[in-house]
């Protein structure tokens, strides 16, 4: 809950990471800014960036690997209206890979919150 270890480095509710970390508090304050030297790198990597490219890290696009799920997210994501069927702009991030057996398999993540004609039946199954 506090206080502070063996070493005198100070024991705070919060702080998640598991080394040790330089806790910056202001006086009197029981707010918590945590200063970890991974943060501190990335903030000097996108500071300075250079006139060239570096070849395989910043000279290529990769898609992303990951969209959002949610149907609202995804129609907020390609700028769809409420008619436009949110289930044609999933393909945008499906996976496509084969099995040990040799087999084509594609992978897309299931909407959630998609309103479908059975879930609203089941609304009205369950208003009445």
Excluded at 77 to 103: A, C, I, M, P, Q
């Amino acid at each position: 809950m506090g206080g502070c270890d063996k070493q005198g480095f100070p024991m705070k509710q919060g702080v998640l990471t598991p080394g040790r970390v330089r806790l910056l508090l202001h006086r009197g304050w029981s707010l918590l800014f945590t200063v970890i030297q991974t943060w501190f790198m990335i903030a000097i990597l996108l500071e300075f960036v250079g006139e060239n490219d570096l070849p395989g890290l910043t000279d290529t696009e990769k898609p992303r690997m990951r969209g959002p799920k949610r149907a609202t997210k995804i129609r907020k994501l390609f700028n769809l209206s409420k008619e436009d069927d949110v289930r044609k702009y999933v393909n945008t991030y499906r996976r496509t890979f084969t099995t040990k057996s040799g087999k084509k398999v594609s992978k897309a993540p299931k909407i959630q919150r998609l309103v479908t004609p059975l879930t609203l039946q089941r609304k009205r199954a369950r208003i009445a």
